[in-house]
């Protein structure tokens, strides 16, 4: 690290912090092929800054980045005011660090001596990578479990935000699923979006405790149009049909809560669901068995009785009980955003990696979303594979309006 | 600030090695030694703590405390924010013990800690008269003789404790030794920073068997420890037992020319509560009598000695961090504190995974706030 003098926040102070100079000096490494910028994105690459202000938040309908870290925190302190201020602090470091910063106004290397830097430093000389931070806040947040009214806000809990029912299979982990509070930290480098999370934890020390976290990579959605479509562990492209960024009315009617006055309005509801894949038995089945199960050709991603990816699916030709049938807005009759990406923690003692799915997706409602969708799937052969272990539910507020804003404004101020 | 040290003639080991002198009690400052313009008696017992007087002059004073109950215990004499004026450890059933303590004029609390855990039982102590201000460096001086005169009577206490456990291992003792080993260690928990600076001593008193290097000998607390809980068997315990009774004099030896830094307690203080984290909350440092909860205890109590040796510089370059560090201390003290048992604490393994989770979380929030005494000790 003795090479890096430079903390983050004089690099771009000092090559700016428009696209133009990030890529000037070189990205080394991030910038591949497969992330070349289409055309009607000319100016942005992998390495540029994604705008943290707007009416929604960012990380929802942002070009899904490559990498993944989630972290659910518990909330430790029983003070309204001290909970207050973190969110302040946390709100004005995801503002520097989406913009390639340092966490903290003296930065990891030109503070004191003695003092403990205000940035961890890992990122230091990294660009932004399209780093976004998204909050969201989590039922128990709300209400304790034993009725308790934490924070004087029991009364601001949306209806919609109660945990979500039992679903047939499910094997949760009640230590890695719900929380208080969340960020989703995505970004194209892994490096930035851990660093994003480990700074933000250390900012909270004493007054939130990280519940459970889960790094992922290589996305398996597309949230918009010119992404090319991703595979999953399964190898089959997932998200061919999901919503885009471009579907503007979709997103309204599916993705956006529309509630004048409240302060979800322009939110969005978010569901995280690890779904282990037991890859290896379905490493074992056959191509044509894959198929069926899923409802896609594994080649191009095309819907089974159809030759090219993004021909619409006819449901006639595919099996009843595959995945792509069940899940179709068809039949589940309701369409929700997903943005999941891909993990492997390892082993689970058995020889067997323990991979799969980080599923994450964003609704208007979750009762109307990933709870119907989810029930519609009680049939789908895919259930064969793959196990739901950690579950959460947390309501994610609108985007911040300029610098003085801060995350739970609406729901605190 | 209220309370004031006088200027001490000498920071550091003029100070210590006049405690030496002083047997048993603790003397507070160098120039203290028989000059006690009066004696106050206090009589500690398992539940009550009646001192002498609730209202002093200005000055230097007497304390001699008998302890009536039936549990060790110790008495302390605090100013605000729990900073140690003057502390005698180790007072053993029917034992009578003096100490001097130097106190100008402002309001302080005694308190008696049967059983050396928890907050104690508390007393106010009003002193009257003059108060002198102290510039930054007499203050920042006045903090290590303190803290050095704090671990002058903790190595006084760690060399007694250890000869009893010691006695104990030494005639076979399982049941006895099992209870004075958690008792020693305190004292040798509390000063632990000190002990590791003086590099090979640490490893021989204090190594885990896994820190052991293939063809070195393991020695110390934790051999003994296995010994007790693992095999019961005590016949080839004899040198080790001899050899940490030796390791535990010359640490006594070698603290008599310790000199430190301002900047050390801080380091210290630190340092002590990432001792927590990394083994004591993590149940790793008393593998196998899993009394990692007297540790902790120990820890913490050597932390907060640092830090409010500290407290009158904290007090005045950063007003809000040094309130901020007694409520954080006070708030860890309370969650340990739901632990306690008898003398001492429930094991390690006795603890829900919550319970656990609530001992970190508190630990966190208490060393996020000392991580910034560094800074402010520094200038």
Do not use: C
């Given at each position: 690290?003795?090479?890096?003098?430079?903390?983050?926040?004089?690099?771009?102070?000092?090559?700016?912090?428009?696209?133009?100079?990030?890529?000037?000096?070189?990205?080394?490494?991030?910038?591949?092929?497969?992330?070349?910028?289409?055309?009607?994105?000319?100016?942005?690459?992998?390495?540029?800054?994604?705008?943290?202000?707007?009416?929604?938040q960012a990380g929802i309908t942002t070009p899904a980045q490559d990498r993944l870290h989630f972290v659910a925190f518990d909330v430790i302190t029983d003070d309204r005011a001290a909970l207050v201020r973190m969110l302040q602090q946390w709100t004005q470091a995801a503002r520097r660090m989406t913009r390639g910063q340092d966490a903290g106004p003296v930065?990891?290397?030109?503070?004191?001596?003695?003092?403990?830097?205000?940035?961890?430093?890992?990122?230091?000389?990294?660009?932004?990578?399209?780093?976004?931070?998204?909050i969201g806040f989590g039922p128990t947040l709300f209400t304790a479990a034993d009725g308790t009214d934490r924070f004087g806000i029991a009364d601001r809990r949306p209806a919609a935000l109660v945990g979500l029912p039992a679903f047939p299979g499910d094997e949760l982990d009640p230590a890695t699923s719900d929380g208080d509070l969340c960020i989703q930290a995505c970004a194209n480098d892994p490096q930035v979006a851990v660093h994003a999370v480990r700074n933000l934890a250390r900012i909270g020390q004493g007054l939130v405790g990280v519940r459970w976290s889960q790094l992922g990579f290589g996305r398996t959605s597309s949230t918009t149009s010119d992404q090319a479509t991703p595979r999953n562990l399964f190898g089959f492209k997932d998200g061919t049909d999901n919503l885009k960024a471009e579907q503007t009315a979709t997103l309204d009617r599916f993705v956006w809560v529309d509630d004048p006055g409240s302060w979800m309005d322009g939110g969005s509801y978010l569901v995280s669901r690890r779904i282990r894949m037991l890859v290896e038995v379905w490493d074992r089945q056959g191509l044509r068995d894959q198929e069926q199960t899923i409802g896609r050709t594994k080649g191009s991603g095309a819907p089974l009785g159809q030759r090219a990816e993004f021909d619409p699916v006819d449901l006639s030709a595919l099996p009843a009980t595959s995945h792509v049938s069940l899940a179709h807005p068809t039949n589940a009759g309701t369409a929700i955003l997903r943005r999941g990406y891909s993990?492997?923690?390892?082993?689970?003692?058995?020889?067997?990696?323990?991979?799969?799915?980080?599923f994450l997706c964003y609704q208007s409602d979750p009762a109307t979303g990933f709870v119907q969708v989810q029930r519609n799937l009680r049939t789908d052969k895919l259930n064969e594979y793959v196990q739901h272990t950690s579950s959460a539910l947390f309501a994610c507020p609108?985007?911040?309006?300029?610098?003085?804003?801060?995350?739970?404004?609406?729901?605190?101020? | 600030m209220r309370t004031r040290r006088t200027p001490l003639v000498a920071a550091g080991a003029a100070a210590l090695t006049l405690l030496a002198a002083c047997g048993g009690g603790s003397g507070s400052g160098a120039d203290a030694a028989g000059d006690a313009s009066d004696e106050i008696a206090v009589t500690a017992s398992d539940s009550t703590c009646e001192v002498g007087t609730s209202e002093l002059a200005a000055g230097t004073h007497q304390f001699t405390v008998t302890n009536t109950g039936s549990s060790v215990t110790e008495f302390y004499v605090y100013a605000e924010g729990d900073r140690i004026m003057g502390e005698v450890e180790n007072i053993a059933p029917g034992v009578a013990r003096s100490l001097l303590v130097e106190l100008p004029a402002g309001e302080y609390q005694t308190a008696c800690k049967p059983g050396m855990t928890g907050d104690g039982i508390r007393?106010?102590?009003?002193?009257?008269?003059?108060?002198?201000?102290?510039?930054?460096?007499e203050q920042l001086q006045a903090a290590v003789a303190d803290y050095t005169r704090y671990v002058g009577s903790q190595v006084t206490a760690l060399q007694e404790q250890t000869q009893a456990f010691v006695a104990a291992v030494e005639a076979g003792d399982v049941a006895g030794a099992q209870a004075l080993y958690p008792v020693a260690r305190t004292y040798w928990e509390r000063i632990e920073p000190v002990a590791e600076s003086f590099g090979d001593l640490d490893p021989r008193v204090d190594a885990r068997e896994n820190d052991v290097a293939e063809g070195e000998t393991w020695t110390g607390f934790h051999v003994l420890e296995r010994d007790l809980w693992v095999t019961g068997d005590l016949s080839q315990s004899g040198p080790v037992a001899d050899q940490l009774v030796a390791d535990i004099d010359e640490l006594a030896t070698r603290v008599q020319d310790l000199q430190l830094q301002p900047l050390d307690l801080?380091?210290?203080?630190?340092?002590?509560?990432?001792?927590?984290?990394?083994?004591?909350?993590?149940?790793?440092?008393?593998?196998?009598?899993h009394t990692d909860l007297w540790d902790f205890q120990a820890n913490l109590d050597g932390s907060q000695a640092a830090v409010q040796s500290l407290r009158p510089a904290i007090a005045e370059a950063d007003p809000d961090l040094a309130a901020a560090l007694d409520s954080a201390f006070a708030a860890t003290q309370a969650e340990l504190a739901q632990y306690a048992s008898g003398d001492g604490f429930v094991l390690y393994t006795a603890l829900t995974p919550e319970q656990v989770r609530g001992l970190s979380d508190s630990l966190n929030a208490l060393a996020a706030q000392v991580s910034q005494v560094p800074a402010v000790v520094a200038g």
């Open positions: 690290m003795g090479a890096v003098k430079l903390s983050r926040r004089d690099f771009f102070g000092a090559a700016g912090v428009g696209a133009a100079g990030v890529v000037a000096l070189g990205a080394g490494g991030v910038a591949s092929s497969r992330a070349a910028a289409p055309a009607d994105q000319g100016t942005t690459t992998v390495s540029d800054a994604v705008e943290f202000h707007g009416a929604h930065g990891a290397v030109a503070g004191g001596d003695y003092a403990p830097p205000d940035d961890t430093g890992e990122a230091m000389g990294l660009p932004p990578a399209g780093l976004t931070l998204t993990f492997v923690d390892g082993s689970d003692g058995l020889g067997r990696l323990d991979a799969g799915l980080f609108p985007g911040l309006a300029g610098e003085d804003d801060w995350w739970g404004s609406g729901l605190f101020g | 007393n106010a102590l009003t002193v009257t008269g003059e108060s002198e201000q102290l510039s930054d460096d801080a380091n210290g203080a630190l340092a002590l509560l990432d001792e927590i984290a990394s083994g004591k909350v993590t149940g790793e440092e008393e593998r196998y009598s």
